[in-house]
């Protein structure tokens, strides 16, 4: 477990996505795919599509509380490739921070 807070989240999620056995769970404010593929939130992305894919139980909690795109945040085509790899994705109650 750690915290992975702002800018500073990618070498340590990354590190604990690649190398966890068992399981990860991760909470994100918000998520964006970028164009380029080297792109910190697609390097995330790509890490937890493959450890779903080697076996790890990977859960993704995303904030929806956003003006009227709750639905969209979790209607997005990331959102559908994670789940295809077998990623629960989860949005937190508008009501809830």
Request: aromatic share 8%; net charge positive; proline share 4%.
């Amino acid at each position: 477990m750690a915290d992975a807070s702002d800018r500073a989240y990618e070498p340590t999620a990354i590190h604990l996505i690649d190398h966890a056995k068992s399981s990860v769970a991760l909470a994100m404010y918000y998520l964006k795919e970028s164009e380029d593929d080297r792109h910190p939130v697609n390097r995330l992305l790509n890490d937890l599509t493959e450890a779903a894919r080697r076996g790890v139980r990977v859960e993704v909690y995303l904030n929806t509380k956003f003006a009227g795109k709750a639905a969209a945040v979790l209607d997005t085509p990331w959102v559908a490739r994670l789940r295809a790899a077998g990623v629960k994705v989860t949005g937190f109650s508008p009501n809830r921070r």
